[in-house]
């Protein structure tokens, strides 16, 4: 019976799921309609009520198609200044030029929603992203200002213990790591036994890292043992080792670096595992072998589907098509109809307004948002994108898979301040809690796809 109810819960939020995705589709095409037909001689869109206005930004904003947003926004600015939607249609705009990564506009924005609406949520988010957007622009100090601001003005906010590890890490990446010692110590005071309090000695670990102070890093990582409390922060246990070991190594403390490696138990499930599997098998020289089997049976959780669009599309561009599918598990698992509440269309969740980046390459110069549902369009446009990211990045797939999710200008400013070169210290730089996760699922899906399949989708 219990069984019945839980699959019957599974077929209830799916149907839900997919209603949902059918009228986002729907109401996008009909105001897409709309808009079209209701234009002047001059191509300008008519007054409508405030109400609808916003409704018609939500929708296309909701689905990535930001300059048709701000069109109905500007109408509402400019006809409805009193409104109660004021915050939220201020927020709007400023977060679409962030996701178009404008973000000098995005602060311009920012600053009119702050000046008059700072005491609404919608004033609270757009100060903690007019961080985020300094921060982008490379003004870090700036940046540790404002989350400092943040931190004054709403001690208890939402996002109170982010602007407290973001202050650090903005203050490292304006090199002034005294002050960004003294924002660990202060973080760890007032979050003391808290998740946020492992993330503020995970900052300080990377930091001396980045600055190649290895007895410092072996230090930080020490302490960030001894908490013991990993649950709910951005660092697991087989991380913390992992960097302990690689600043043992940097040391020229082998058989310290190797004891260190040795200690993270073989799994499939953890990232880590992997890398200290690769990295004892090199100190070793082949002598120190723990790894971790995969099973035969796993074909069935990890199976090549669309194996002739795979080989055409990714290996033509010089792409591992067990890399490309390892996303496309963790993206939609196999569904081609799949939507995220993000408006990412298809197989690899690909969104329309980075979809237009590279259509044209991918032979299909004439999308529509709905074309993305089509495998053959989806893995061909999907694999265009991730050779762009290939190049861009090198051809490390941790930071492929880090920008396919977390942004390519975030993943950008974690390879900047990865150093030394390592898959595993990018790794640990991935500052979003939700990023950093799908790259371990990423890359560990790849793992395993590499052990049961050749680069050409044939079983071992």
């Keep these: 019976m219990k069984k019945i109810i839980l699959l019957s819960a599974i077929i209830i939020t799916f149907c839900v799921s997919a209603f949902a995705q059918t ?24 007054v409508l009520t405030a109400s609808e206005h916003l409704l018609r930004a939500d929708i296309y904003s909701t689905n990535r198609l930001f300059p048709q947003a701000r069109e109905h926004w500007a109408i509402y600015f400019a006809n409805f200044p009193d409104d109660a939607g004021m915050p939220k249609a201020l927020f709007g705009t400023a977060r679409s030029y962030m996701w178009e990564r404008q973000y000098e506009k995005a602060v311009e924005w920012f600053d ?55 202050i650090i890490d903005a203050l490292r990446e ?39 102070k290895w007895s410092e890093a072996v230090s930080a990582a020490d302490a960030l043992l001894s908490l013991r409390a990993f649950a709910g922060s951005m660092v697991s246990m087989d991380e913390a080792k992992y960097l302990k070991a690689f600043a043992l190594e940097k040391s020229n403390k082998k058989a310290e670096a190797i004891a260190v490696y040795s200690s993270i138990a073989p799994s499939l499930n953890s990232y880590y595992s992997g890398l200290a599997e ?51 598990k963790q ?49 061909a446009i999907g694999s265009v994108y991730i050779e762009a990211l290939k190049d861009e990045f090198g051809g490390l797939y941790e930071a492929i898979a880090a920008s396919y ?44 796809y590499r052990a049961l399949y050749t680069e050409d989708l044939v079983r071992r």
């Design 112 to 166: 009119k929603l702050i000046k008059d609406y700072i005491m609404t949520k919608e004033g609270r988010e757009g100060l903690a992203f007019k961080g985020a957007s300094l921060v982008r622009l490379g003004k870090n100090v700036e940046a540790a200002k404002t989350y400092e601001q943040y931190t004054v003005m709403f001690p208890n906010g939402e996002r109170i213990e982010t602007s407290h590890l973001n």
């Design 278 to 328: 690769e990295k004892l098998s090199r100190l070793s020289n082949g002598n120190i072998v723990k790894t971790a089997s995969v099973s035969p049976a796993l074909t069935k959780d990890f199976p090549v589907l669309y194996r002739a669009e795979l080989i055409r599309s990714a290996k033509s561009r010089n792409i591992d098509p067990r890399f490309v599918l390892a996303i496309m």
């Design 405 to 448: 999710n977390g942004g390519e200008d975030n993943a950008l400013r974690w390879l900047e301040r990865s150093k030394p070169k390592d898959a595993g210290i990018f790794s640990a730089e991935v500052g979003f809690a939700e990023s950093k996760n799908y790259v371990f699922k990423v890359m560990n899906n790849y793992r395993i």
């Design 174 to 212: 304006a090199k002034k790591y005294d002050e960004a010692n003294l924002w660990v110590n202060k973080t760890r005071q007032k979050f003391a036994g808290k998740p946020t309090e492992v993330n503020a000695v995970h900052a300080r670990l990377r930091m001396e890292l980045h600055r190649e």
């Design 331 to 379: 993206e939609s698992s196999f569904r081609a109809n799949a939507k995220s509440p993000a408006a990412a269309r298809g197989l690899l969740q690909l969104v329309f307004d980075t979809a237009l980046k590279y259509n044209k390459k991918a032979g299909y110069p004439n999308l529509q948002p709905d074309d993305l549902y089509q495998p053959a369009v989806n893995i």
């Design 23 to 46: 009228q986002s589709d729907a109401a996008l095409r009909r105001i897409t309609e709309l808009d079209r037909t209701s234009r002047d001689a001059n191509g300008k869109l008519p």
